[in-house]
């Protein structure tokens, strides 16, 4: 017999419908939730998932047999939301069982408050992104037959439940308590949330349906309640997979000297856990995480990306371009990677993944990236399959700002701690206060304070020296989107305007390229490079987040100072930017648009 899932007995004829009504179902259900006192919420939500999925297992799978909850939430739903939680598990019935139970154990976080969710780190991984990441493992040799696998922040199941499938679709001709056995003693997931563990058992045990009534035996307990990061690790694992917590986490002085070979600064949870992963996936074996991009280039995870080249360096990268509600309620951008614990650090593959939605995905293939030395470098990674020829010539370009005699720094004042130096007018003492709207779109200075509570002027103090900036500079917007037009905004800061004020202060929401010694290239030139097209790519290829950071731009490459002279040459004689460009890219041995 096939141990395979039954389809449900009838199939709608339209299951976009079905998975509308879903859709329209959960709205409501978070309506409600929205109405509860937060101290409340987080066991009124369990609750209505529980009758939801125990509804489900009434209509689609009766012959599973679930296992009680790890943790009992305290609470009874009025009748109209008990109501409306049946109506979810039967409108789930009809559906695939792998969406359905995603849905449905998906109901818990979609149904906690937003603190909650960010505490727990609680986003669940879409079926199309886990079954990628699987196909990723797989890809790395991967052997359902026989390979160990564990989730160690396992929440409702994503990755266990498609795992399961996989490991019982590769023993086609065992008997089913032998597949029960297999799958018992080879897939664990570790979970600090009761109630998102218990969801992750029970859809394991709906999957395992057919398997456990064809042998007389219950499921095996595939889930335990536990704190991974006091977990002791055992390097034991063929393939250690997941989608880790999220977020900024406070650690206790054990644990901080615990992992601080991945640390420097804010540790955040996904960084900890790619640690922890390293732990527990033997030699040879393979790691395959979910994880925002930021990692790639961050001065907070230099750590992480040395520990990562050391241990288990990347095999392969995908970039996840995602419709707005394919993650619930996640603004990060995110990426699925493989990493080859033990290996020697050689270029990765890297694909382009587009999600339309839950269920589906569609690869480009996107060229490679190689591991910059010292690995705590940031990370060069074509995010379109265009980017490919520009990142392989980048990564032979032999200078950086620091070679051109710039550094980067964020501007010193942080304007809230000094506000009653805040003037409206110049005096003897008040320099003019450089906003970041000084710096226009199109990478022009201006200056001006046009905005709610922006002085113009700013009175310096006697032990205030340190906030003035006397020589001329390139300034920077910090905050950008992938959205805009450019990533880098940059304008000059003259230096007749510094020398007619006797310097200047800038608030510390611009960068400034500031000179170390006699640049060996001019600010004129730089500023017109920074807004380059060329440039605004090779960034987008650097930077994970929206934050324009001074370690990122210190990391470009860029041509010698000597092959800039044909730059400087266009710039001092106000070539017009197509002209700039066309330079640019012949130095980057690429054709301009």
């Known amino acids: 017999m096939s141990l395979a899932p039954a389809l449900p007995r009838v199939l709608p004829a339209d299951l976009?419908?079905?998975?509308?009504?879903?859709?329209?179902?959960?709205?409501?259900?978070?309506?409600?939730?929205?109405?509860?006192?937060?101290?409340?919420?987080?066991?009124?939500?369990?609750?209505?998932?529980?009758?939801?999925?125990?509804?489900?297992?009434?209509?689609?799978?009766?012959?599973?047999?679930?296992?009680?909850?790890?943790?009992?939430?305290?609470?009874?739903?009025?009748?109209?939301?008990?109501?409306?939680?049946?109506?979810?598990?039967?409108?789930?019935?009809?559906?695939?069982?792998?969406?359905?139970?995603?849905?449905?154990?998906?109901?818990?976080?979609?149904?906690?408050?937003?603190?909650?969710?960010?505490?727990?780190?609680?986003?669940?991984?879409?079926?199309?992104?886990?079954?990628?990441?699987?196909?990723?493992?797989?890809?790395?040799?991967?052997?359902?037959?026989?390979?160990?696998?564990?989730?160690?922040?396992?929440?409702?199941?994503?990755?266990?439940?498609?795992?399961?499938?996989?490991?019982?679709?590769?023993?086609?001709?065992?008997?089913?308590?032998?597949?029960?056995?297999?799958?018992?003693?080879?897939?664990?997931?570790?979970?600090?949330?009761?109630?998102?563990?218990?969801?992750?058992?029970?859809?394991?045990?709906?999957?395992?349906?057919?398997?456990?009534?064809?042998?007389?035996?219950?499921?095996?307990?595939?889930?335990?309640?536990?704190?991974?990061?006091?977990?002791?690790?055992?390097?034991?694992f063929d393939l250690v997979i997941g989608n880790p917590p999220y977020?900024?986490?406070?650690?206790?002085?054990?644990?901080?000297?615990?992992?601080?070979?991945?640390?420097?600064?804010?540790?955040?949870?996904?960084?900890?856990?790619?640690?922890?992963?390293?732990?527990?996936?033997?030699?040879?074996?393979?790691?395959?995480?979910?994880?925002?991009?930021?990692?790639?280039?961050?001065?907070?995870?230099?750590?992480?990306?040395?520990?990562?080249?050391?241990?288990?360096?990347?095999?392969?990268?995908?970039?996840?371009?995602?419709?707005?509600?394919?993650?619930?309620?996640?603004?990060?951008?995110?990426?699925?990677?493989?990493?080859?614990?033990?290996?020697?650090?050689?270029?990765?593959?890297?694909?382009?993944?587009?999600?339309?939605?839950?269920?589906?995905?569609?690869?480009?293939?996107?060229?490679?990236?190689?591991?910059?030395?010292p690995a705590s470098q940031p990370w060069l990674a074509p995010r379109e399959p265009r980017h490919s020829a520009l990142i392989a010539a980048a990564e032979a370009m032999p200078a950086r700002l620091a070679d051109w005699g710039y550094r980067v720094s964020t501007g010193p004042l942080v304007w809230n701690r000094y506000k009653d130096q805040m003037r409206l007018r110049p005096s003897r003492d008040a320099h003019p206060l450089i906003w970041a709207e000084a710096v226009s779109a199109d990478g022009k200075f201006a200056f001006r304070a046009e905005k709610r509570n922006h002085a113009p002027y700013f009175k310096i103090e006697r032990a205030d020296g340190w906030l003035l900036v006397k020589e001329a500079c390139v300034l920077v917007q910090r905050t950008t989107a992938k959205e805009q037009a450019r990533r880098l905004i940059a304008a000059e800061l003259p230096a007749d305007f510094i020398a007619q004020h006797g310097g200047v202060v800038v608030e510390n929401h611009l960068n400034m390229v500031r000179p170390t010694t006699s640049p060996a290239v001019s600010p004129a030139t730089v500023a017109v490079v920074l807004n380059s097209r060329i440039i605004d790519q090779l960034f987008r290829c650097i930077n994970g987040s929206v934050a324009v950071s001074a370690f990122e731009m210190e990391a470009i490459p860029l041509p010698s100072p000597a092959e800039m002279r044909s730059v400087e040459k266009l710039v001092k004689r106000g070539a017009c930017s197509a002209e700039i460009e066309t330079e640019l890219a012949r130095l980057y041995g690429q054709v301009a648009p």
């Open 16 to 236: 976009e419908a079905q998975r509308y009504e879903l859709a329209r179902a959960r709205q409501l259900a978070r309506a409600w939730a929205e109405t509860l006192p937060e101290p409340r919420r987080r066991d009124m939500a369990a609750v209505f998932t529980r009758v939801a999925i125990d509804t489900y297992q009434a209509e689609a799978r009766p012959h599973a047999k679930l296992s009680p909850p790890f943790a009992k939430p305290y609470g009874r739903l009025d009748r109209a939301v008990a109501d409306l939680a049946g109506a979810v598990g039967r409108e789930a019935a009809p559906l695939p069982i792998a969406e359905a139970v995603y849905f449905l154990t998906g109901l818990y976080t979609t149904l906690l408050h937003a603190r909650e969710r960010g505490a727990l780190g609680a986003f669940y991984t879409p079926p199309a992104l886990a079954n990628r990441l699987l196909d990723m493992a797989e890809e790395q040799g991967i052997d359902w037959t026989r390979a160990r696998v564990l989730d160690p922040a396992s929440g409702g199941g994503a990755f266990l439940l498609p795992a399961a499938e996989r490991m019982i679709a590769a023993l086609p001709a065992a008997e089913p308590a032998i597949v029960l056995r297999q799958i018992g003693t080879r897939l664990l997931g570790l979970e600090m949330d009761p109630y998102a563990a218990g969801f992750g058992q029970n859809a394991v045990e709906l999957l395992l349906a057919d398997v456990t009534a064809a042998a007389g035996r219950a499921a095996p307990i595939v889930v335990r309640v536990a704190d991974t990061l006091e977990e002791a690790p055992a390097a034991r």
């Open 247 to 373: 977020g900024r986490v406070t650690l206790t002085p054990e644990q901080r000297l615990r992992f601080a070979r991945g640390l420097y600064g804010h540790a955040n949870l996904y960084g900890v856990f790619t640690d922890i992963a390293v732990r527990w996936t033997k030699k040879g074996g393979t790691i395959a995480y979910l994880t925002p991009t930021s990692f790639l280039s961050g001065h907070y995870y230099s750590a992480l990306r040395e520990l990562i080249a050391k241990e288990a360096p990347p095999v392969a990268i995908d970039f996840v371009h995602a419709r707005r509600g394919v993650f619930e309620d996640v603004l990060q951008e995110t990426l699925l990677a493989a990493y080859k614990r033990g290996a020697k650090p050689g270029r990765a593959q890297v694909h382009y993944v587009e999600v339309t939605n839950e269920r589906e995905a569609r690869l480009i293939r996107n060229g490679t990236i190689g591991l910059p030395s």
